[in-house]
């Protein structure tokens, strides 16, 4: 069965520091992975997406991913981090097209100080 | 292009009551899925339809069934509310052969 571990509930980070959100996935089939974000009171939107095809991988609003097999991960990165990145941020894996049972971890909240 | 709406935003019931929440997908999208999102919880899959057909089902009991519509709409219905269904639910509608799963805002189900 696939599943998502995040490590760390929260992150603190300054404003203009790097920004690392970890995640680590089982599945048994090659996967898809994303991660999401959630800002409060609203539903997830996509950041970024894992398809098989380039191992790093570009978002939105200056995130990006890498996709390493050998140590089941894909972290998300950002160099510099803005107040407007505060939110929760959603690791998830699926086995199909279309979405098919997509599994979430249970969230990262990221905090940026001034 | 509309996106995913779902209604009611925010839902107050007592324990015991019948809830059915709706989900109207993101135009052109033929597959829709329905998750719990407790609070400070990561969202849990609760099914998948596709066709009409429920194509996948996460660990959550009978007493949560959903239907699909020709126009691809959704509904969640839960029976015999408990007082840990209180969350928020959220709806999320894709494209068969694609990957990406787009959310709604959801709905605040508070069981009393």
């Known amino acids: 069965a696939q599943s998502v571990t995040q490590l760390g509930s929260h992150v603190s980070v300054s404003e203009g520091a790097l920004v690392l959100l970890r995640c680590n996935y089982s599945s048994s089939v090659p996967p898809y992975l994303f991660w999401y974000v959630q800002y409060p009171n609203q539903g997830l939107q996509l950041l970024l997406k894992y398809t098989s095809a380039a191992t790093l991988v570009k978002g939105i609003n200056g995130f990006e991913a890498e996709f390493k097999k050998s140590e089941t991960s894909f972290h998300l990165t950002k160099p510099s981090a803005h107040m407007s990145d505060a939110a929760e941020y959603f690791c998830?894996?699926?086995?199909?097209?279309?979405?098919?049972?997509?599994?979430f971890g249970a969230g990262t909240r990221l905090f940026v100080k001034a | 292009e509309t996106g995913v709406t779902q209604s009611p935003t925010h839902l107050i019931k007592t324990r015991g009551q019948q809830v059915t929440l709706r989900c109207s997908s993101q135009s052109g999208h033929n597959t829709v899925s329905w998750y719990q999102q407790a609070l400070g919880q990561g969202p849990q899959f609760i099914f998948q339809?596709?066709?009409?057909?429920?194509?996948g089902r996460g660990n959550f009991p009978p007493r949560f069934s959903g239907l699909q519509f020709p126009n691809y709409s959704s509904e969640l219905n839960v029976n015999a509310l408990e007082l840990d269904d209180s969350a928020l639910y959220l709806c999320?509608?894709?494209?068969?052969?694609?990957?990406?799963?787009?959310f709604g805002s959801g709905t605040q189900l508070s069981v009393l």
């Open positions: 999320a509608s894709s494209l068969a052969g694609t990957e990406s799963l787009f």
């Open positions: 339809y596709y066709r009409e057909e429920e194509n």
């Open positions: 998830a894996v699926s086995e199909g097209t279309g979405g098919f049972k997509t599994i």
